[in-house]
């Protein structure tokens, strides 16, 4: 069965020749750019986006589908709140040749995380020196759950509901975090969340 992916960016001339790219280069890709009809009646496996077409509603809209960010230039600190803020199944750099742009979409169709090494590299670099003063080692399992919900900007009851917990057990969980993590406010945690984020990928 072929893999349908797809092509959703703000620039047109791109998209309609990453889908040509895919249509040439492996049969078992089928691939349509945003504005195509068949967009209506099929349901992508992956979904090409870029930083300005990316928004909640595909979340919504196609909830089994895997979402892969095309990096076209964005500055690390863009990128780590893109990554904060979206559970993405991967990040391409536009600059990837076309073979290992293809092993990219196999790996992440497989169920894996695929992040450029370059970008990997400096979001974990990022990661382990803006968290190395918190006593992370102590923080709880549930409570890293937590920490990646606050940090993506979820309300306590919206946690409790994602969590299938109480709204006060959240309000709990908060206040060790702060104390564990020696933080005031939910902003301090973001640190914190991209650090657990990399290490559950």
């Known amino acids: ?18 889908s040509e790219l895919l249509a040439r280069s492996a049969d078992s890709y089928h691939s349509f750019v945003a504005q195509d009809a068949v967009c209506d009646s099929t349901e992508p496996d992956l979904i090409l986006i870029d930083a300005a077409t990316l928004k909640p509603e595909l979340f919504e809209t196609w909830p089994n589908a895997k979402i892969i960010l095309l990096d076209t230039g964005l500055q690390e600190n863009e990128i780590i709140s893109i990554l904060l803020s979206y559970r993405l199944q991967g990040i391409i ?59 993506q900007g979820f309300k306590n009851r919206e946690i409790a509901d994602r969590l299938n917990i109480s709204e006060q057990t959240v309000k709990v969980h908060i206040s060790n975090i702060f104390r564990k993590a020696n933080v005031t406010n939910r902003a301090q945690l973001v640190p914190l969340a991209m650090q657990f984020r990399f290490s559950a990928a």
Do not use: C
């Open 93 to 151: 750099s536009t600059e990837t040749d076309t073979p290992l742009f293809l092993k990219a979409l196999s790996v992440i169709h497989a169920g894996q995380v695929w992040i450029d090494n370059s970008k990997l590299k400096a979001l974990l670099s990022y990661a382990e020196s803006a968290s190395s003063s918190k006593n992370i080692d102590k923080i709880s399992p549930k409570e890293q759950e937590v920490i990646i919900l606050v940090s």
């Open 1 to 18: 069965m072929p893999v349908n992916i797809l092509v959703k960016l703000r620039n047109k001339v791109l998209a309609n020749s990453l």
